[in-house]
Nanobody, 122 residues
């Protein structure tokens, strides 16, 4: 599966953005999906994940209550709604697909998108 992330940009602290990740192929609903992010000089970290059917969701503590992951299997797309953005949310955000689960570790994911940059300014 090929993934294309979009929706990043420059936003002021406290603002909102919605990221999208469009997947190619007809098997999107068979994949757990995740969002990760990587800030300059830091390791890639888990942000959120969603199960194949969209019922199960998991969030990093740092974004819980502010970010919402969702998916539309009919559109082969997963979303990340980001509200109340903070300076520390600045990073390149990646979507990823997991054939077997919807985990929190980058190594569990089999396919990755190219990343979209989110910059939060003061």
């Amino acid at each position: 599966v090929q993934l294309q992330a979009s929706g990043g940009g420059l936003v002021q602290a406290g603002g909102s953005l919605r990221l999208s990740c469009a997947a190619s192929g007809r098997t999107f609903s068979m994949y757990g999906m995740g969002w990760f992010r990587q800030a300059p000089g830091k390791e890639r970290e888990f942000v959120a994940a969603i199960s194949r059917g969209g019922v199960g969701r998991n969030y990093a503590d740092s974004v819980k209550g502010r970010f919402t992951i969702s998916r539309d299997n009919a559109k082969n797309t997963v979303y990340l709604q980001m509200n109340s953005l903070k300076l520390e949310d600045t990073a390149v955000y990646y979507c990823a697909a997991d054939r077997t689960d919807w985990g929190t570790l980058p190594g569990e994911y089999h396919y990755w998108g190219q990343g979209t940059l989110v910059t939060v300014s003061s």
